[in-house]
């Protein structure tokens, strides 16, 4: 017996609409860097992690708002109508997804970044430190250097 098909697949209607709305959740950092990139307007990208983790780096144009305080700072330093990308420290951790669950309590559009900053310095994009911005060298593991072309 099939392991993968132990559980047969949902009807395609059905997993159109569950993959449809996971994408209205989550998004990766592929395409935060491409909108950052882009200097796409009403995109705030928020790093929700510590005052320590922030300081030893965080993705250029990042707002730093740790988790805890988002009820209280959101509205003073999130713009009206933003839409709001929460990223954490990486996949083993849940951070991000409290973030945006405030957040979205708060009345902001917000979506999850997949992979957090662990993911972003893997796949090479730039981190901006006291030192200034630097790169890590891709993990092939990863990326292979280029767009995935997904």
């Known amino acids: 017996m099939s392991n993968v098909l132990a559980v047969p697949p949902a009807p395609p209607e059905r997993a159109a609409a569950h993959f449809a709305a996971r994408l209205r959740f989550k998004t990766d950092v592929s395409d935060v860097h491409a909108d950052l990139e882009a200097a796409v307007d009403g995109l705030v990208v928020v790093d929700t992690r510590g005052t320590l983790a922030w300081e030893r780096g965080h993705l250029p144009g990042a707002v730093h708002l740790p988790t805890a305080e988002i009820p209280a700072r959101a509205g003073q330093v999130i713009p009206a109508g933003a839409v709001v990308v929460t990223y954490c420290w990486g996949p083993g951790c849940n951070g991000a997804t ?11 559009p ?7 900053y662990e993911y972003w310095v893997r796949e090479g994009f730039p981190v901006r430190t006291a ?14 250097g280029t767009s995935c072309d997904c």
Request: hydrophobic share 50%; charged share 25%; glycine share 16%.
């Open 110 to 116: 917000v979506k999850e970044m997949l992979g957090g």
């Open 131 to 144: 030192g200034g911005t630097r790169r890590r060298p891709v993990d092939d593991l990863t990326a292979i």
């Open 98 to 108: 409290r973030a945006a669950l405030a957040f979205a309590a708060l009345g902001f």
